[in-house]
C-alpha cells in the first residue's frame, strides 16, 4: 500500500522560499504521477504542480508558474515542491496525491483531484510579515 508523507511547511515571510517533500512509502514512485495540492480556510482544494511517473512532465498553476518548481528524486523515492517568491496568498495546507501510471511509458500527469487515489495528510504553510 503506498503511503505518502508531506514535509517541509513552515512560517515564512512573502518573498521567501520553502521546500516541500512528499515521500513514499510502500511503492516504487516510477509507476506513479504525484500531484500537490493546496486548501486555504473558505477555499476549495486546487492543484498547485503535477509530475508525471517518469518525471518527464509537470504542470503547474497560472497563480504558481515561474515561482514553484516540482521535480523527482527516484533515489530517496521523493517529489520536492520548490516555492520561491511566496505570496500571502499561497498560505494553504499543502498535500501531495499519487495517481498510479504504471512504469512502461510516461502518461502524463493531471491537476484534477480524481486522478489520484493517495493523498499524504498534508503541511501546512503560512506566508506572513
Known amino acids: 500500500q503506498l503511503q505518502l508523507v508531506e514535509s517541509g511547511g513552515g512560517l515564512v515571510q512573502p518573498g521567501g522560499s520553502l521546500r516541500l517533500s512528499c515521500r513514499a512509502s510502500?511503492?516504487?514512485?516510477?509507476?506513479?504521477?504525484i500531484g500537490w495540492f493546496r486548501q486555504a480556510p473558505g477555499k476549495d482544494r486546487e492543484g498547485v504542480s503535477c509530475?508525471?511517473?517518469?518525471?518527464?512532465?509537470?504542470l503547474y498553476g497560472d497563480s504558481v508558474k515561474g515561482r514553484f518548481t516540482i521535480y523527482k528524486d527516484k533515489a530517496e523515492n521523493t517529489v520536492y515542491l520548490q516555492m520561491n517568491s511566496l505570496k500571502s496568498e499561497d498560505a494553504a495546507v499543502y498535500f501531495c496525491?499519487?495517481?498510479?501510471?504504471?512504469?512502461?511509458?510516461?502518461?502524463?500527469?493531471?491537476?484534477?483531484?480524481?486522478?489520484?487515489?493517495?493523498w499524504g495528510q498534508g503541511t501546512q504553510v503560512s506566508v506572513s510579515a
Open positions: 510502500g511503492a516504487i514512485l516510477d509507476a506513479y504521477a
Open positions: 496525491a499519487a495517481g498510479y501510471s504504471g512504469s512502461s511509458r510516461d502518461r502524463g500527469c493531471s491537476q484534477g483531484q480524481d486522478d489520484y487515489d493517495y
Open positions: 509530475i508525471s511517473n517518469s518525471g518527464a512532465v509537470t
